[in-house]
């Protein structure tokens, strides 16, 4: 396994690390997540994600309960907050109300003393920036957590963040976890140059475009039984990869990673970490052996000449 730092801060997570969006807590058994779970920190991955909305709190349960079994120190577990816990006005959002009652109840379902990571989940047009941020690091202050990110965050939205707890000299936000992958680059435009500068490391997410980077997908065959496109709670998230544009790109790509004697998940995850602003790739599995495939990635070295016929793929229309 290979580290590096959070953004600015010194704290190593590694290169890949576990997510449990649309898997733990409901879609994938228990005990199928604590395989996972298992098997990646067996291979090294000491960064786990997860937060309060997986499945109403269910998939911080069992990430707790899975890590239980480890060493504290040992791991890095972040989750975050912002979304719909409830039918109250107030049982949404980032205000002072909001997120202290969340991070509670996530300490809670995942029993531990402390998250390593609280991120907000998006932003809240609705709460004063300043607000959130004063929350923020208020439990920074009290030890209930330990760090801060943010997620899906615009560049606007992380300057102002960085700018009012520059101002008020408040805890600063060292992570954002955006979507990024070979099919959605959106972040390298305005994101990547900004946090670079700032010291705000990615968590990227969905770097395997739903499953659409891993090849399983083809032009003129069936989806496949079982997969993600034909489970009607994920297949929303899937669909917007499955173009025919894609589809080629993805044939193409085929291609370049049998010439690196690897899959073409491996040749995504390699291409994603080529960039020095990802701390980590969070990776999905409902199945072990997905973990060992993906780690595999740490072992593809792209060239330059590499890189640049994958760019030529990329911007093929």
């Known amino acids: 396994m290979k580290y590096r730092n959070l953004g600015r801060s010194g704290l190593k997570v590694s290169a890949i690390s576990l997510g449990s969006w649309l898997t733990y807590g409901g879609s994938v058994e228990d005990q199928t997540a604590i395989d996972c779970i298992d098997r990646a920190y067996s291979l090294g991955i000491n960064f786990f994600d997860t937060a309060n909305v997986y499945r109403r709190g269910e998939a911080e349960k069992v990430v707790g309960k899975a890590l239980a079994k480890y060493p504290r120190d040992s791991f890095v577990l972040a989750t975050k907050g912002f979304g719909q816990m409830g039918e109250g006005p107030n049982d949404r959002g980032l205000s002072r109300k909001h997120i202290f009652e969340q991070v509670h109840a996530s300490l809670k379902r995942l029993n531990v003393d402390y998250i390593d990571l609280w991120q907000c989940h998006r932003y809240d047009p609705e709460t004063p920036l300043d607000e959130t941020l004063r929350a923020i690091d208020d439990l920074v202050t009290q030890g209930k957590i330990l760090y801060a990110g943010v997620s899906e965050w615009t560049a606007v ?94 044939e193409k790509l085929t291609a370049v990673a049998s010439r690196h004697d690897c899959s073409i998940a491996q040749l995504a995850l390699a291409w994603i970490l080529r960039q020095p602003n990802v701390s980590s790739a969070i990776i999905g599995a409902s199945r072990p052996d997905q973990i060992n495939d993906n ?21 093929a229309e």
């Open 157 to 250: 939205q992380i300057q102002d963040a960085l700018h009012l707890a520059d101002k008020y000299l408040l805890d600063r936000i060292v992570s954002n976890q955006p979507v990024y992958n070979m099919l959605n680059r959106y972040i390298e435009k305005d994101i990547l140059p900004l946090c670079e500068r700032e010291g705000i490391g990615q968590v990227v997410f969905s770097p395997l475009a739903q499953g659409v980077l891993t090849g399983k997908y083809k032009h003129g065959q069936a989806l496949p039984q079982g997969s993600r496109a034909t489970d009607p709670s994920t297949s929303q998230f899937v669909e917007r990869f499955l173009t025919e544009s894609n589809l080629n790109k993805v």
């Open 295 to 315: 780690v595999g990635a740490l072992r593809v070295n792209l060239s330059d000449a590499d890189l640049t016929e994958i760019e030529s793929i990329l911007s």
